[in-house]
């Protein structure tokens, strides 16, 4: 089994910056060979990928290019998301999944980011 604990979320202004974490623990084995991603859900919408980084190829959607950065520290277990300039429309719930090379995945809680003056 494998845990995922994101942190970091929070209330700030539009412009401002955050940097969400998500720790990996349990049944990991080696943490770098999983594909890991942030995904988010917004109020009434689905949920939709932000960023993902495999290996150290990151792939972002369109909404957050420029603004987010995803990374990864195999050492500690854990992946980031570094989000600068949010806007509004970045509000949602951002969860952590991990997907192990077999093709199973976990998630996290989730994490609320809320982006309003």
């Known amino acids: 089994q494998v845990q995922l604990v994101e942190s970091g979320g929070g209330l700030v202004q539009p412009g401002g910056s955050l940097r969400l974490s998500c720790a990996a623990s349990?049944?990991?084995?080696?943490?770098?060979?999983?594909?890991m991603g942030w995904y988010r859900q917004a109020p009434g919408k689905e949920r939709e990928l932000v960023a993902a980084?495999?290996?150290?190829?990151?792939n972002y959607a369109d909404s957050v290019k420029g603004r987010f950065t995803v990374s990864r520290d195999n050492a500690k277990n854990t992946v980031y998301l570094q989000m600068n300039n949010l806007k509004p429309e970045d509000t949602a719930v951002y969860y952590c999944?991990?997907?192990?090379?077999?093709?199973?995945?976990?998630w996290g809680k989730g994490t609320l980011v809320t982006v309003s003056s």
């Open positions: 999944r991990l997907q192990k090379p077999n093709g199973m995945e976990y």
């Open positions: 349990g049944s990991i084995f080696i943490f770098s060979i999983n594909n």
């Open positions: 980084i495999t290996r150290g190829i990151t």
